[in-house]
């Protein structure tokens, strides 16, 4: 009877085990749903374009191209809503001349399909073949990744030769940002975005901006990330903002003289940190 109910309780354990892991990426994204509506956002000037990705998803996302040459901001965002609730940021660039492809991942803003590590990578692959396609030469594209995104920009940047990556409230790697939330929990990270075994593999030049009061992604996880990238870097600690309350005016201005340095194909010069 007692290895009876001992057996029971094992399998009981383990199915509970077994459920939480394959249960993960309900606590890691969190898509809306609905297909936003590029007038909504003030976006009429945005075309909305359809990105073939892989396993026959099709996605639905915002471009303007530039119109002065100036580089393509591939915008990756994070890893809850849509597009439209970044049009703010991507307002900032279109006003300077700077051409922006908001990509939207399967699974979020009514694109089918399921978000996963692999999945995302494969979506923005497919942006960068797109604008490559538009006449976008890949040093002419910034790519750049907000939170979740940062992940899937520093994974864009080991593959593609973009003129600068920027890095909006950066991680270290899914398992360690678990780790800081969860402690307890003892199961493996599927979907691991492990930026910090990457980001040494990168050669174009890096911007990273956190906010001192962050509590999603530990302020200290982007500091590392940072000590470890290649020169040229640059570190901008925002020390009374947090996660969601970063961008203003001052802040997008560091990001396009970061670009407007590095990007305008004339001999770059190194950064130093500046906080």
């Known amino acids: 009877m007692i290895l009876k109910q001992l057996l029971l309780l094992l399998f009981i354990i383990s199915l509970f085990f077994i459920v939480a892991y394959y249960s993960q990426r309900h606590f890691i994204y969190f898509p809306a749903s609905e297909t936003p509506n590029p007038k909504d956002f003030g976006a009429e000037d945005m075309q909305v374009i359809q990105l073939p990705s892989a396993k026959g998803v099709t996605l639905t996302s915002w471009y303007k191209p530039t119109e002065n040459k100036k580089p393509t901001i591939l915008y ?19 006003s ?77 790697s899914f398992t360690d940002l678990a780790r800081f939330h969860y402690p307890w929990i003892i199961l493996p990270v599927i979907d691991k975005y492990d930026s910090l075994s990457r980001i040494q593999q990168i050669h174009v030049p890096v911007l990273m901006l956190h906010g001192h009061l962050d509590r999603i992604v530990p302020y200290d996880q982007g500091l590392n990330l940072f000590n470890q990238a290649n020169q040229p870097k640059q570190w901008v600690e925002l020390k009374y903002k947090g996660h969601l309350d970063l961008w203003n005016p001052e802040f997008a201005q560091k990001v396009m003289d970061f670009i407007q340095n590095y990007c305008s194909h004339s001999q770059s010069k190194q950064l130093e940190r500046t906080f």
């Open 76 to 94: 990756m965002h994070g890893n809850a809503g849509h597009i439209g609730y970044r049009m703010y940021l991507a307002r900032q660039f279109l």
């Open 96 to 172: 300077e001349g700077y051409g922006v492809l908001l990509l939207e991942y399967r699974g979020y803003g009514g694109n089918p399909g399921k978000p996963t590590e692999a999945g995302l990578y494969q979506d923005a692959r497919a942006a960068v073949h797109f604008l490559k396609e538009q006449g976008v030469p890949e040093d002419h594209i910034v790519f750049y990744g907000e939170s979740l995104g940062t992940g899937v920009a520093t994974k864009m940047a080991t593959e593609f030769s973009a003129c600068a990556l920027v890095l909006q409230s950066p991680f270290t």
